[in-house]
């Protein structure tokens, strides 16, 4: 029998293990989200963010800008949240406004507040091992595969999807748990023959239930980071992965679904880095 891998619960057991800690702590970590324009998903987002940060017991601080705030106004707020004492995380809503260089920006963050784990100060602690903060869904990626495998060593991991913000920390992650790793990515030959060598596949696409069930190695455990939103029966819409989920899972041993997989764990590993950064700047003062 194929187990399915609860995502929304895990999410709940650890927001509870945060808002523990938080409870135990002589200070509020506080968490400082950035949102430059009026994107609907974006704010959606941001809103979620900011309810949970609550919800565990932690400052939120919210700073919603005009479409039109310059680079500079944008770099200010940066280098004043990185001042800031109460503030002990610091995340940049993206995709920022297109006259915006992303890239500068996220470089201004302080990278002991960095609690999306985008810096390349943090990119290269992850790659060089070192302590550091790890992207979110990379993170909940490994948290689930932890709790679903007891030991990874040896095992095969494929990861289709190179990006910085998903595939690459994902496979780094998973080579520090002594997997053999693979990264597949669009010129990748034979993707579907690699993947049935995987002992877990790791999907990070964005192209809709690209993975088939046929692709699958039988008792692989199957991630699947996707969020693709599709057309549905009379007009309405609805959420897919990478994964086509009916195909994959009697083949899988174990498998996330889309929704309520990998997706609610982003903003509780966002809560928990910003208790691990908390607790860092606050030891080091
Ligand atoms: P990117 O678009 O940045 O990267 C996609 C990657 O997939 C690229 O490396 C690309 O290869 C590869 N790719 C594209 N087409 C193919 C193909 N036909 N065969 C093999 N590889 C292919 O996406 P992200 O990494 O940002 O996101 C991936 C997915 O995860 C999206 O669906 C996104 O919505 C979702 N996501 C979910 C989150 C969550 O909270 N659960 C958070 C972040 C993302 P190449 O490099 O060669 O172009």
């Given amino acids: 029998m194929t187990q399915i891998i609860d995502g929304k619960a895990f999410a709940t057991k650890l927001r509870a293990e945060i808002a523990a800690e938080v409870a135990t702590l002589s200070y509020k970590p506080g968490l400082a989200v950035v949102l430059v324009g009026e994107d609907p998903a974006s704010k959606v987002y941001v809103a979620n963010k900011a309810k949970q940060t609550v919800e565990v017991g932690m400052n939120s601080f919210e700073h919603r800008l005009p479409a039109d705030t310059t680079q500079e106004q944008l770099l200010a707020l940066v280098s004043q949240l990185n001042a800031d004492p109460a503030v002990h995380g610091i995340l940049v809503q993206l995709p920022l406004p297109k006259h915006l260089d992303t890239e500068s920006v996220i470089a201004t963050i302080s990278p002991e507040k960095d609690v999306d784990?985008?810096?390349?100060?943090?990119?290269?602690?992850?790659?060089?091992?070192?302590?550091g903060l790890i992207p979110c869904t990379p993170l909940g990626c490994l948290l689930l595969l932890q709790d679903n495998i007891s030991d990874m060593t040896g095992l095969h991991a494929v990861?289709?999807?190179?990006?910085?913000?998903?595939?690459?920390?994902?496979?780094?992650?998973?080579?520090?748990?002594?997997?053999?790793?693979?990264?597949?990515?669009?010129?990748?030959?034979?993707?579907?023959?690699l993947c049935r060598?995987?002992?877990?596949?790791?999907?990070?696409?964005?192209?809709?239930?690209?993975?088939?069930?046929?692709?699958?190695?039988?008792?692989?455990?199957?991630?699947?980071?996707?969020?693709?939103?599709?057309?549905?029966?009379?007009?309405?819409?609805?959420?897919?992965?990478?994964?086509?989920?009916?195909?994959?899972?009697?083949?899988?041993?174990?498998?996330?679904?889309?929704?309520?997989?990998?997706?609610?764990?982003?903003?509780?590993?966002?809560?928990?880095?910003?208790?691990?950064?908390?607790?860092?700047?606050?030891?080091?003062?």
Avoid: F
């Avoid at 784990?117 to 302590?131: C, D, H, K, P």
């Avoid at 910085?164 to 920390?169: S, W």
């Avoid at 980071?225 to 609805?238: H, L, Q, Y």
């Fill in 117 to 131: 784990g985008l810096t390349v100060v943090n990119a290269g602690r992850l790659a060089s091992g070192a302590e």
């Fill in 159 to 193: 990861v289709i999807g190179r990006s910085n913000l998903v595939g690459k920390p994902v496979a780094q992650l998973l080579l520090q748990q002594n997997c053999t790793v693979t990264m597949a990515h669009s010129k990748t030959r034979d993707l579907p023959g």
């Fill in 197 to 285: 060598t995987a002992d877990i596949l790791v999907a990070a696409v964005g192209r809709p239930e690209m993975v088939k069930g046929d692709w699958v190695k039988p008792g692989a455990v199957v991630i699947d980071v996707g969020i693709n939103r599709v057309p549905a029966s009379e007009g309405k819409t609805k959420l897919v992965g990478d994964v086509a989920y009916a195909e994959a899972a009697p083949i899988a041993g174990k498998i996330t679904p889309v929704p309520g997989g990998v997706g609610p764990m982003t903003i509780a590993c966002l809560l928990r880095n910003t208790l691990t950064a908390a607790k860092r700047l606050e030891a080091a003062r």
